[in-house]
C-alpha cells in the first residue's frame, strides 16, 4: 500500500520562534525567584502536613 503524500517536516512559524542569543539576566533570576517560591511553598506546605499528622497520631 502507497502513500500519496510524503511526509513534510513541520515548519514553526517564524513569529514563535524565540530570539537568538542566550536568555537576558532578568529573564534567569525571574526563572529563579520562581522556582524559589514554589519550593518553598511545597515545603511549608509538606511540613504542615507533617506536623499536623504527627499531633493527631499523637493524640
Not at 537576558?24 to 518553598?40: G, I, P, Y
Given at each position: 500500500?502507497?502513500?500519496?503524500?510524503?511526509?513534510?517536516?513541520?515548519?514553526?512559524?517564524?513569529?514563535?520562534?524565540?530570539?537568538p542569543g542566550p536568555p537576558?539576566?532578568r529573564e534567569r533570576l525571574?526563572?529563579?525567584?520562581?522556582?524559589?517560591?514554589?519550593?518553598?511553598?511545597?515545603?511549608?506546605?509538606?511540613?504542615g502536613v507533617v506536623q499536623?499528622?504527627?499531633?493527631?497520631?499523637?493524640?
Amino acid at each position: 500500500m502507497t502513500r500519496r503524500h510524503k511526509y513534510r517536516p513541520v515548519r514553526h512559524h517564524p513569529r514563535n520562534r524565540p530570539p537568538p542569543g542566550p536568555p537576558s539576566v532578568r529573564e534567569r533570576l525571574l526563572r529563579l525567584l520562581v522556582f524559589t517560591l514554589s519550593a518553598l511553598i511545597w515545603f511549608l506546605l509538606i511540613a504542615g502536613v507533617v506536623q499536623w499528622w504527627l499531633e493527631q497520631a499523637g493524640s
